[in-house]
């Protein structure tokens, strides 16, 4: 059973900041394209950030320039940088690996993130 381990959640004010952390299996991070997501109530399930195993990301439009996402490989770990929050980031937040390029097989069992207004 692979497990991703997601921290860093938490209640913010509108303007804060967040850092969210992953931490996976050595032998799936190493593989794997990893991504944060996120589902707020009543909304399907969006990937945020993506970082490929070279370190090449990319965005979804509503966060590009708010959002840094990064990973360490020594630490097996994949991070998100949240600056500038708005209270329509509230959402439940999960990190995933895709170890085969197939889509992400394997999901975090989210932390939740709350911006208030």
């Known amino acids: 059973q692979v497990q991703l381990v997601e921290s860093g959640g938490g209640l913010v004010q509108a303007g804060g900041s967040l850092r969210l952390s992953c931490a996976a299996p050595?032998?799936?991070?190493?593989?794997?394209?990893m991504a944060w997501g996120r589902q707020a109530p009543g909304k399907q399930r969006e990937v945020v950030a993506v970082?490929?195993?070279?370190?090449?990301?990319s965005y979804t439009d509503s966060v590009r320039g708010r959002f840094t996402i990064s990973r360490d490989n020594a630490k097996n770990t994949v991070y998100l940088q949240m600056n500038s929050l708005k209270p329509e980031d509230t959402a439940v937040y999960y990190c995933?690996?895709?170890?085969?390029?197939?889509?992400?097989?394997?999901w975090g069992q989210g932390t939740q993130v709350t911006v208030s207004s």
């Open positions: 050595g032998s799936i991070f190493s593989l794997s394209t």
């Open positions: 970082i490929r195993r070279g370190g090449s990301t």
């Open positions: 995933a690996a895709a170890p085969r390029g197939q889509g992400y097989e394997y």
